[in-house]
């Protein structure tokens, strides 16, 4: 009955409408934006102009800081457009807890000097709900026969 009723709690979490508060932390910040309605994640822009040379790595503000509810977590995420020219953005997971400024981690691997202009799209921020599980510790996993068990690393082929 316990599990039943967290289900419930859980469910209604993730169910009910979600209001995310958000704080201009710099006079140039943009509000997190998604460029279509069905996104899974919505864009941060820089508030700074950045050099970043080769092999470098910053962080970068967005000049904005978001709350989320409890029960609640986001992650941010780099851009396609950014990983095919060969910028990384870190991933990062924030609590709902964190009100501080969101900073993109930017790495620089594509051999070349590469420009960040003030309003550019440097990362996105993504909501997944917080779940907590029982840990139960055992002795053996029964795991379905054919499964991949322990194996990783390329185990399923190339």
Same mark, same amino acid.
């Given at each position: ?61 967005? #000049?904005?800081?978001?709350? /989320?509810? $409890?029960?609640? %977590? ?9 990983? +095919?020219? *060969? ?12 009100? #501080?400024?969101?900073?993109? /981690?930017? $790495?620089?691997? %594509? ?9 550019? +799209?440097? *990362? ?22 054919? %499964? ?9 082929? +190339?």
């Amino acid at each position: 009955m316990k599990r039943f009723l967290y289900s419930l709690k859980r469910l209604w979490v993730i169910a009910k409408p979600l209001s995310i508060k958000w704080k201009k932390l710099h006079p140039d910040a943009i509000m997190p934006t998604r460029a279509h309605k069905e996104d899974a994640a919505f864009d941060l822009y820089a508030v700074e102009d950045l050099i970043l040379p080769p092999n470098a790595h910053t962080n970068c503000g967005c #000049g904005v800081a978001v709350m /989320v509810p $409890s029960g609640w %977590s986001y992650d941010l995420r780099g851009r396609s457009s950014l990983n +095919r020219n *060969g910028i990384i953005t870190a991933l990062g997971l924030c609590d709902s807890y964190y009100t #501080g400024e969101l900073r993109a /981690v930017l $790495s620089n691997l %594509s051999g070349e000097e590469y420009v960040i202009k003030k309003g550019e +799209r440097i *990362g996105q921020i993504k909501f997944n709900p917080v779940w907590d599980f029982p840990w139960e510790e055992v002795e053996e996993f029964n795991a379905p026969k054919g %499964s991949r068990g322990d194996k990783g690393f390329g185990s399923s082929g +190339r």
